[in-house]
């Protein structure tokens, strides 16, 4: 049954109050279930504006809940795509202002990798709570993204360590996030020589162009924000947030720019996008 709980917000211009839809998913939830919900909530809104008479409160869109807590990203993906799919023909076979401009929401998300496949999938509203949970885990998103000048940067002094015969050189280590951890928890606290951002003079922050304003995170070396995780400054939470959502924020981006693309540059997005999510 379709749930009638909205969400409200009221824009002050033209005192149009904007309604979202919520649809709980689980995980036998099925792609047929869910076009006729969708179907049957812009069905009913449709029924409810004619019969009241007024254009003043608009079905802004779909919020799918629950999505990121489905066991199966593939299961969430295909569901999305429907629900996606199934707005975009309503809204080019209606001309009424109910349809006119449906969006799909996810409401949470839990991963990078989750975020990647919304954006894929071409959900319009994507929350998530990470940079603010990766800065107070002392960590700093860094995720290479393509025709991006993340990796353009001044490179850092090579540091090399003698063993034997061979020298090693130090680079940076990501997690399943994307993300290099800085906190020295479970190692030793006498040695944070050994962290390859103890001498890196690259911005926290890749600037997108030398037109670009400055911010916080481009004017300090990752070698500074390691000295404040490691000193345990307040200050190197508040950076490294900045920092976490102007990088996801470039992510997003380049997402959302290759899927209007289409073409080829669609095809390198889906090709980088299954190589960050091939386990």
């Known amino acids: 049954t379709t749930t009638t709980t909205t969400t409200t917000t009221t824009t002050d211009n033209d005192n149009t109050t904007c309604l979202w839809a919520p649809i709980s998913l689980h995980d036998s939830y099925t792609s047929q279930q869910l076009k006729e919900e969708v179907d049957q909530i812009i069905q009913e809104h449709h029924n409810a504006t004619a019969l009241n008479n007024s254009n003043n409160v608009v079905l802004a869109g779909i919020a799918l809940v629950g999505w990121s807590q489905l066991s199966t990203l593939d ?23 109910s349809s006119s401009s449906l969006q799909v ?14 954006a894929a999938a071409g959900a319009h509203v994507i929350g998530t709570n990470l940079p603010t949970r990766w800065a107070q885990q002392q960590r700093a998103f860094c995720l290479p993204i393509p025709n ?7 490179a850092p002094p090579k540091r090399q360590k003698k ?11 990501l997690d399943d996030d994307g993300c290099v951890a800085l906190s020295m928890d479970g190692k030793d606290e006498n040695d944070v ?6 001498r890196d003079r690259r911005p926290v922050s890749p600037t997108a162009s030398s037109a670009a304003p400055s911010t916080i995170t481009t004017q300090h070396s990752r070698a500074y924000v390691y000295h404040l995780v490691c000193a345990k400054e307040l200050n190197a939470e508040i950076i490294l947030f900045q920092h976490n959502l102007q990088r996801l924020r470039q992510l997003l981006r380049y997402c959302r720019r290759s899927r209007a693309a289409g073409g080829a540059n669609h095809s390198k997005q889906e090709d980088w996008v299954n190589s960050l999510l091939r386990p």
Do not use: M
């Open 75 to 97: 299961h969430g993906v295909e569901l999305l795509t429907t629900a996606v799919v199934q707005c975009c023909r309503r809204q080019s076979s209606s001309s009424t202002p």
């Open 105 to 118: 929401a996810i409401l949470a998300t839990q991963s990078t990798k989750q975020i990647v496949a919304a």
């Open 148 to 154: 991006d000048n993340y990796e353009n940067d001044e």
């Open 163 to 173: 063993k034997g015969s061979q020298q090693e050189e130090s680079s940076d280590t």
């Open 193 to 198: 020589s050994s962290h390859p951002w103890f």
